[in-house]
């Protein structure tokens, strides 16, 4: 359905292009229940579990059907081609060895590629169906949700301080903040540094998912309202400026999700260094 067409609003009816805010807010809207800091978007949870439903089966189906008389497929073929690159990326990036690192990486390498290409579905196909069974708000993009997009990049700010901790040991986590970043000699300054230390340090800490998060959100809400405004078009401008849009965005959904799992190993590999390390790095 084009946003020339009849469109749901919540109840009323009426032709997008006639009220193009109220088009744009519409689809913008996510299906929730609650209220305030209670409230669950049940869009955004639907498609990234979807999503991560599929990623794991289609990848054990391939995983299972590796065998060393057999020629690789297609799909298989392009799934060693990410995975050894994402596997090269830890290698240049993360100091030291863990072997959670490279799963990690290439799960949130593939989820977040796969909920970003959920941007390039014509924006009123899946609304549209949606609304042929009562379901008048869907927002089919999860990570243009910033609950999602800050969920992934806490739970990756946990696994840093968790790690922080086990490598520096929780004395030496606790140093990070007192002199870090500004040091001196001294007892006298030290202490009166220490305030400004640990303002400054925790605020570098915090920053990291915060930037995270915000980055990929407002990357992914940027391209979607891009869509959103070419569907307010008329159909032949549309086509004209819908292909173009789309093909650009495909490298923007692959480098949001090369960012996101670039800065995870990073601030991870950061993480992993002793305290002595940490301090020389800085």
Partial sequence: MSAENVVSHGGGTGAATDNPVQYIQHHLQNLSVGEGFWTINIDTLFFAVLLALLLMFVTKRVGDNIRDDNAPTGLQNLLEIVLEFVEQQVKDTFAGYNPLI???ALTLFMWIFLMNAMDLFQVDLLPLMASWVGIHYLKVVPTTDLSATFGLSFSVFALIVYYNIKIKG????VKMFLFHPFESHGIIPKLLLMPVNIIMTAIEEIAKPVSMGLRLFGNMFAGELIFLLIALLPWWIQWT???????????????QAFIFMLLTIVYLSIAHQTHEAHEEHH
């Fill in 102 to 104: 490279g799963p990690l």
């Fill in 170 to 173: 929780p004395i030496g986590y």
């Fill in 241 to 255: 400026l819908g292909g173009p849009w789309a093909i650009f965005h495909i490298l923007v959904i692959s480098l």
